[in-house]
């Protein structure tokens, strides 16, 4: 079988995140504009390639206050900063409905190798004949890698923000009209 192109479904797909506050809850978040490539050879994922571009400015945690924070030079910087992008290097199979994914990621213009942990939801046909995909990921990287540094110390010991950024990526993808069928 032949690397395929998949379109990514913004609308039944997501970037989230969370991250320790207070050293005692999580705040969840997401990106809600973001984009992408997705090729994918199923006899050999080798073949197969993904590449993200993530709207800094999207970020969403549902508080305005926050959101314009984490905006700022003291985490993603969009100013200086735009984009958020991720870019396979090499994709393998762990088992029957799992894979791989290694790639870089790049926040604040510093970029890291991450690995994500992808299970594989399947393949369906959609009432209208689209052949579609789906995939679930995970993978968690430390903040202060990508120079976002700012805390603040607590005055009963540990600090307000945690330095572990789990990340969960839920994604349907469709081929495009003329390849379905």
């Given at each position: ?26 705040v ?68 029957d ?17 991450v ?5 594989i ?40 923000v ?20």
């Open positions: 079988m032949a690397t395929e192109h998949w379109d990514f479904d913004p609308v039944h797909s997501s970037i989230n995140f969370w991250v320790r506050h207070l050293m005692v809850s999580k969840h978040g997401r990106f809600s504009d973001w984009s992408g490539t997705l090729e994918l050879d199923d006899a050999d994922p080798s073949k197969s390639r993904i590449a993200v571009s993530i709207d800094a400015k999207s970020i969403d945690t549902r508080d305005e206050k926050r959101d314009g924070h984490l905006r700022s030079p003291d985490f993603l910087d969009v100013e200086n900063h735009p984009t958020l992008t991720f870019a396979s290097t090499a994709i393998e199979r762990n088992g409905d799992r894979l791989q994914v290694h790639g870089n990621l790049t926040i604040r213009g510093t970029s890291r190798p690995v994500l942990d992808v299970e939801g399947g393949r369906a046909k959609d009432p209208w004949g689209s052949e579609r995909i789906g995939f679930s990921a995970t993978a968690a990287i430390d903040r202060k890698d990508y120079g976002l540094q700012w805390n603040m110390a607590l005055e009963t010991g540990g600090v307000l945690g330095d572990k950024v789990n990340i969960t990526i839920e994604v349907e993808a469709a081929k495009p009209a003329a390849a379905a069928g």
